[in-house]
């Protein structure tokens, strides 16, 4: 079995890489670091990034411990226990309406009785979205899947399909990824090979995102562009807020406040009941924004 | 026993009169009507208004009714039952970050079995807290109460602090007002003396913010007070949509989308980790947003 500090340094050593990766696709916007300590046990190096293409951006490293709250042993159905949790979450909100929002987690969980499993996942959010960069993100995502087992991608496609959906518009948040959680030894791969698998995971964020990046520089915007990514801010805002668990979980429980909410974007606007005009590239956005399309052959 | 139809109609005639009273202080914008039918049963007459001085407000007046959802019986702890819930309410956002954001709401609840309660209240959040309009605005609220109940205001208070309070960030969304729920005949007063209540908090809402929009006019203000202002607007969205128990449960229980997140300000901001300087007049209105102030008499 793998030694939990083990995990929590390459983990931390993929928040550096990352990082660096991040800094040299922004070209101008450095990284700050916060540390920051948890009273009941462990910690974590919060990083943000206010640059020239990422306008509000979070490369988050936590490795956290102590007995399990109870709301959160509660919610996972487990019994009173000591846990160990380590990983790395990222949020990063570029400036261009043009470039995507991205997500990125990575995440190792351990009980005191040595029950253990990883959890994580990569989505996109593009404001407006291109089947081309919907086509190549997915692809990158499914070879780094199809390295460690054959079912791996459609499984957690649909898992994010699934989790990143806001039912109270029955769209969803963008155009999904991966996302998995609870993976441990009966998917048939060991300990191990899901660590490397987690790892794959995180390597595979930062040269498909600045590849994104690279190809939104080409696309000119204006003050229609920015005022779309304005409310689909405000939807990002409301999945957060409102349906994703860990943000939900995190508040509920006490968590680090400024590390929870650094998903936020740095802007959003909120317009009554706002309809895209028939036939506008809005409104080509907003009817991709549905579970089951097959990205590696998009069809409308 | 009142008929439900004459609560709605006379809740209905509340909304007309709020409308025509906020289109004079807001001296430029008109509301715009949108009607909607309920599948289940009832509707909606929602407006919404865009002006001068209120950069975002709805006054949404509702009557519905049917089988009560279940996730909502089971919310309240009642049995499967049909239902009746009329009410008011009402958001309004200024474009002035001198002058507060106003919340109001009026409604009344009855089951098939004949029980029924009102709820309600005004609540205040200003951009920057003045302890002088907070004065005046708790006055109002103690005046009405008083009318009807000597326990009212105190209780209704505390209850305000108690419910418009972000946990996450241990402070509360402004400097609260009165709010009540499951207000029946056991207070000692009858249901048509509760009715009479209801409606005179509505009334109480217009003069009482029209005269907070006037003494707002005479402070001017720039970039430092427009930036405070989206943040405070970011705490008002991070309120809605983790803590309001209503907006919540609209969200999850299919309810009207745009109705529901008509509370959601224009535009609002998220800085990672900021903290006012110490002495600025930001500083000062996060020291007042704690529970238990009495702003009767306000003491730092």
């Known amino acids: 079995m793998l030694k939990k500090e083990q995990i929590a340094d390459r983990f931390r050593t993929l928040q550096d890489d990352i990082c660096r990766r991040l800094e040299i696709a922004d070209g101008s916007g450095k990284f700050l670091e916060d540390n920051w300590i948890r009273p009941e046990g462990g910690g974590g190096r919060s990083r ?14 936590s490795a956290v411990h102590g007995p399990l709250p109870e709301p959160v042993a509660k919610n996972m159905q487990l019994p009173p226990t000591d846990f160990f949790a380590t990983g790395v979450s990222i949020v990063l909100h570029p400036h261009s309406p043009m470039a995507p929002i991205i997500h990125m987690n990575v995440r190792y969980f351990e009980t ?35 390295r460690f ?10 898992q994010a399909d699934d989790y990143f959906f806001l039912r109270h518009r029955q769209e969803t948040r963008g155009i999904g990824g ?9 998917c ?48 990002y805002v409301e999945f957060n807020l409102v349906w994703d668990r860990g943000t939900k979980f ?51």
């Open 48 to 61: 943000v990034i206010e640059g020239a293409v990422i306008e509000k951006g979070g490369v988050m490293f």
């Open 178 to 186: 991966i996302f998995y959680d609870y993976l441990d030894e009966k």
């Open 112 to 146: 005191g009785t040595g029950r253990w499993w990883f959890g994580g996942g990569i989505d996109l959010t593009p404001h407006y979205v291109v089947p081309d960069d919907a086509r190549f993100f997915h692809e990158q995502l499914k070879n780094t899947c199809d």
């Open 250 to 300: 995190g508040l509920e429980t006490n968590g680090r406040v400024e590390s929870i909410l650094m998903s936020m974007p740095p802007t959003a606007q909120w317009v009554y009941n706002f309809q895209p005009e028939a036939g506008s590239p809005e409104a080509e956005t907003q009817a991709w924004l549905r579970k089951g399309v097959d990205w590696l052959a998009p069809e409308r």
């Open 188 to 235: 048939g791969l060991s300990q191990e090979k899901l660590f490397e698998f987690a790892i794959a995971v995180g390597e595979t964020f930062a040269p498909t995102y600045a590849e994104l990046l690279l190809r939104a520089q080409r696309r000119p915007w204006g003050e229609r562009e920015k005022r779309w990514q304005m409310l689909r801010r405000g939807r």
């Open 149 to 158: 087992h054959p079912d791996f991608y459609s499984d957690f496609k649909r």
